[in-house]
């Protein structure tokens, strides 16, 4: 059976929040749906993320359910006209005052944003394409110059670079998304506008083990933090829409690698976000950057990639997802991913289960080409431990528990199955071996590596491995 490894994040929304087109998504290669909070409503979410369980169950295969929080949305409030035009060299006000907006100001009801600023930084609208410097500034005002023009309309973004906001990263509506997610039982909790190891802090206080957290790297102060995220966090997403706003846009590649390369050393799953293929929403062929864009995201180890409005809005959602498949399958295929995958070993604490899982690729290599890796983790610790080594072959996650399973579909490499409590290593081979001949991992007379901890069922500890032979 092939394995593609890399894993697709795709995004429901009105183009595919249906029975036929999820399930048409599942089929051409989506592991995880996104339900996005910044959009729809509680009765919509609701029915996609049943829809979903239903077809785990029917399919006998995890799919993984991601929320993804909206977190604070800093904007400019309306104008007489609904727009206006900035010129380069003009002045222009943002306020607090409730007045429509003209040309030469704008309602702007965010006193933190106020707060934060010093003179002759930049702020930056509508998704970065207007840069206004600060003049002067009060505590509910600011002067500013416009340095780059263009069309300003109603309620669009602004961006502070370079500061730390005094924000919450969880607004009020976020804790009611947050709460009806959990209630729902979502796997994932995606934050947004995460600046800070605290923002991490609180949303853990509030979830707890109910569901994976996944941050948000959106925000360049939370890179000054990155390995204190990452260590609180159970995965991170490069959103680099915002990251190619506020960070200068040539640094997003180098950024993007370090994330990953960060993500991989500490055992977290990473995903790579935002306009992977942008094209695909009008267009029912991707351009070749964005092929090769999706393709990079492969080469440096991503667990997941994403799709956002090319499946939620776009014309062409299942080409979308069965373009994305294509490409991670044929970058998977390559010799320089493999060759990359073979030489990126990540140095192993000093710990027995990072002993276990780091001799793992030795035993690959020594072994006459083994099947499978079959994991029998409780709390998918072992198997995510696994998936840091990338081995290039499947890794089979038993699990004890349907929510560990679900969450493993996000993770790299990793096909999970929902199995009894088992006792001992003799109930795990028969079990294992059972499974991967049956689903097609692998066959008669071939080899296979299970790792495991004993005592049986219990959570971290991965102390076993063990090469058994399929009758």
């Known amino acids: 059976m092939k394995n593609t490894f890399t894993k697709i994040v795709c995004t429901l929304g009105p183009a595919t929040s249906s029975e036929k087109m999820i399930k048409s998504l599942a089929k051409a290669g989506a592991n995880v749906f996104r339900l996005n909070f910044s959009h729809g409503d509680y009765e919509r979410h609701a029915e996609n993320f049943q829809i979903i369980r239903q077809m785990s169950r029917e399919q006998k295969s995890p799919y ?159 890179l000054q933090y990155l390995k204190e995220i990452i260590e609180l966090a159970d995965g991170v997403m490069v959103a680099r829409g915002d990251l190619g706003v506020e960070c200068p846009i040539e640094t997003v590649p180098a950024i993007q690698k370090r994330i990953i390369e960060t993500c991989r050393a500490a055992g977290k799953p990473v995903i790579v976000a935002t306009q992977m293929l942008e094209s695909m929403i009008l267009s029912p062929v991707p351009t070749r950057a964005e092929v090769s864009d999706v393709a990079t995201a492969v080469y440096d180890g991503a667990d997941a990639v994403m799709l956002s409005a090319e499946t939620a809005m776009g014309e062409y959602p299942i080409k979308a997802v069965s373009m994305m498949k294509k490409i991670i399958t044929k970058t998977s295929q390559d010799i320089h991913y493999i060759n990359d995958m073979e030489k990126s070993t990540m140095p192993p604490d000093k710990t027995v289960a990072s002993a276990i899982t780091s ?85 008669p007379d071939d080899e296979i590596i299970i790792t495991a901890g004993i005592p049986f069922a219990t959570h971290g500890n991965t102390n076993l491995i063990h090469i058994a032979k399929v009758g």
């Open 359 to 443: 001799a793992i690729r030795q035993m690959i290599k020594v072994l006459d080409k083994p099947a499978c890796i079959v994991s029998y983790s409780v709390s998918g610790k072992t198997t995510l431990r696994t998936a840091r080594e990338r081995p290039l072959l499947p890794i089979i996650s038993m699990t004890t528990t349907e929510a560990i399973a679900n969450r493993m579909a996000l993770v790299w490499g990793v096909r999970s199955v929902v199995v009894p409590t088992l006792e001992d290593l003799t109930d795990v081979i028969p079990v294992a071996v059972n499974y991967v001949k049956e689903a097609g991992y692998a066959k």
């Open 64 to 222: 993984g359910i991601l929320c993804d929080l909206q977190g604070p949305k800093l904007r400019v409030g309306k104008f007489k006209k609904d727009k206006v035009r900035l010129i380069p060299g003009q002045k222009f006000r943002m306020d607090m005052s409730e007045k429509l907006g003209d040309e030469t100001r704008v309602s702007l009801m965010h006193p933190e944003i106020f707060k934060a600023l010093k003179q002759n930084m930049s702020l930056l609208l509508n998704d970065g394409q207007i840069q206004l410097n600060v003049d002067d500034f009060g505590p509910d005002y600011v002067n500013t110059t416009v340095e780059v023009g263009g069309i300003l309309s109603n309620h669009k973004g602004v961006n502070v670079p370079d500061v730390i906001l005094p924000i919450s990263a969880l607004t009020s509506k976020d804790l009611k998304d947050l709460d009806f997610a959990l209630k729902l039982g979502a796997d994932w909790i995606c934050l947004s506008f995460v600046q800070k190891p605290e923002d991490v802090k609180m949303a853990r206080d509030i979830i707890g083990d109910k569901a994976g957290i996944i941050v948000k790297i959106e925000k360049p102060s939370a």
